[in-house]
């Protein structure tokens, strides 16, 4: 089982900035991608931004040239960075990780509990 706890989330103005974090634990897993969805209410959870293994990213269009993912792989944690934001990233932000565990020697889905960023004057 792997553990996503995020942090980071909450209220900024528009064209403020935010770091959200996402801290993987467990035992005996391999992470192969991290990334970030987001959901607004009534909307369906998209994808922001994800990172491979080998260090590969990708951003969605609404958000490429403002929110940047990294990681660090010897912490486990991936963050993204948050600049220019408009009162359309409110959102909560979940956190995925595709991890393989040695308990389950299969790959899955993990999700955080998700944090909500919430954009407004």
């Known amino acids: 089982q792997v553990r996503l706890v995020e942090s980071g989330g909450g209220l900024v103005q528009p064209g403020g900035s935010l770091r959200l974090s996402c801290a993987a634990s467990g035992s005996a897993f391999s992470i192969n991608a991290m990334g970030w969805y987001r959901q607004a209410p009534g909307k369906q959870r998209e994808l922001v931004a994800t990172?491979?293994?080998?260090?590969?990213?990708g951003t969605a269009d609404s958000v490429k040239g403002r929110f940047t993912i990294s990681r660090d792989s010897a912490k486990n944690t991936v963050y993204l960075q948050m600049n220019s934001l408009k009162p359309e990233d409110a959102a909560v932000y979940y956190c995925n990780a595709r991890a393989f565990t040695a308990a389950t020697m299969t790959q899955s889905d993990y999700w955080g509990q998700g944090t909500r960023v919430t954009v407004s004057s």
């Open positions: 990172i491979t293994r080998g260090g590969s990213t």
